[in-house]
């Protein structure tokens, strides 16, 4: 339908006068830059963190759909068939949201939230599987902001799991950076202990030479001597 479009425009471009023509192609791509324009408006305005909702799509999409998808949008929003000052911004998280749906784990873990987000509202207002509401607005917008929810929670809960992980790597690796500078001051105190080996030996040498010449050179003339006391003879 959207070719056969655009096909009679073209037609009707074709057979147009000159000048009826340049308004036509003015129009055109006036009509083209606000389509660009309102694209990345929507892609700025969704939920980061939900890449389906970045992507425009709903849950369970196969993969094809996916490509597909970016494919058509990433071509209509890319910076360089844009004026749009945003649209380099646009474009990022456009590909962010298709790496991310592209990678098995990543997807399996937002469809796992979305899931739950939804199981959340059915509980919250004692609806069903079966309940009529679950095809009204109202249910897919309380869906959509629960879904937010639960994405910010497990989001939160992801950093203050890096930040543990940080702080225990931190710890372990001051751990490791002591027990460094243990066994370095250690081996420094065993080189300076070698490195002064000789000096120490020749120093107890010396005291042991000293010694020992201090002993032997006295002879006997040297010592006091103690001398015997005679016995008196009493008198008388």
Same mark, same amino acid.
């Given at each position: 339908m959207a070719t056969q479009d655009a096909q009679d425009r073209q037609d009707a471009k074709d057979d147009a006068p000159v000048d009826t023509r340049?308004?036509?192609?003015?129009?055109?791509?006036? &009509? $083209?830059?606000?389509?660009?324009? &309102?694209?990345?408006?929507?892609?700025? $305005?969704?939920?980061?963190?939900?890449?389906?909702?970045?992507?425009?799509?709903?849950?369970?999409?196969?993969?094809? @759909?996916i490509k597909a998808v970016y494919? $058509?949008?990433?071509?209509?929003?890319?910076?360089? $068939?844009?004026?749009?000052?945003?649209a380099p911004e646009a474009f990022d998280r456009l590909k962010k949201a298709q790496t991310e749906l592209m990678d098995e784990k990543h997807r399996r873990t937002l469809d796992e939230a979305i899931a739950d987000a939804r199981m959340l509202v059915l509980r919250e207002?004692?609806?069903?599987? @079966?309940?009529?509401?679950?095809?009204?607005?109202?249910?897919?917008?309380?869906?959509a902001e629960k879904t937010k929810f639960v994405l910010i929670e497990n989001e939160h809960r992801r950093r203050r799991q890096i930040k543990a992980q940080m702080q225990e790597e931190g710890r372990e690796q001051r751990r490791q950076e002591e027990e460094a500078e243990a066994?370095?001051?250690?081996?420094?105190?065993?080189?300076e202990w070698e490195a002064t080996r000789d000096q120490r030996i020749n120093s107890w040498r010396q005291f042991q030479k000293s010694k020992t010449a201090g002993a032997?050179?006295?002879g006997s003339g040297d010592g006091p001597e103690k001398k015997k006391k005679k016995k008196l003879k009493p008198i008388g």
């Open positions: 340049d308004a036509l192609e003015v129009l055109e791509s006036e &009509a $083209k830059e606000w389509e660009k324009d &309102a694209e990345i408006d929507r892609i700025l $305005k969704a939920f980061r963190l939900d890449a389906y909702a970045v992507l425009g799509l709903k849950p369970g999409v196969p993969e094809s @759909d494919r $058509k949008k990433s071509l209509l929003i890319h910076p360089d $068939k844009t004026r749009n000052p945003l207002n004692k609806w069903t599987v @079966d309940s009529p509401e679950l095809k009204t607005e109202e249910f897919e917008r309380k869906w066994r370095r001051r250690k081996r420094q105190h065993e080189e032997g050179g006295g």
